[in-house]
Nanobody
Framework: VQLQESGGGSVQAGESLRLSCTAT????????MGWYRRAPGGECELVSIRRRNGSTYYEDSVTGGFAISPDSDEHTVYLQMSSLKPEDTARYYCAAAHGADIRVVITGSRGCWGQGTQVTVSS
């Protein structure tokens, strides 16, 4: 299983970014996909999930501003982030759970493994 995040950058508050996570080595359509983040000095935090049944979940602070969407042909899941705030500054990671509930499989810091992609929002 390999996941490659990209799309991070430095933006001003109120601007937008789209993160991408490209997956290889497993059946994309049979997997829950999630985005997580870790702010400097903080813990790994679940941001959003796109479950294999098509349902989605958003952490309260990003509801209404972030949108998760898949591209099955490209084996990619996107996180469109709009109206970014300085408190969204973090390194963002994606994770996957094949045939299982991602909230059961990916716990604690496991959501923030790998390279990730840095998002910096200045005021």
């Amino acid at each position: 299983v390999q996941l490659q995040e990209s799309g991070g950058g430095s933006v001003q508050a109120g601007e937008s970014l789209r993160l991408s996570c490209t997956a290889t080595g497993f059946t994309f359509d049979d997997s829950d996909m999630g985005w997580y983040r870790r702010a400097p000095g903080g813990e790994c935090e679940l941001v959003s999930i796109r479950r294999r049944n098509g349902s989605t979940y958003y952490e309260d602070s990003v509801t209404g501003g972030f949108a998760i969407s898949p591209d099955s042909d490209e084996h990619t899941v996107y996180l469109q982030m709009s109206s970014l705030k300085p408190e969204d500054t973090a390194r963002y990671y994606c994770a996957a759970a094949h045939g299982a509930d991602i909230r059961v499989v990916i716990t604690g810091s496991r959501g923030c493994w790998g390279q990730g992609t840095q998002v910096t929002v200045s005021s």
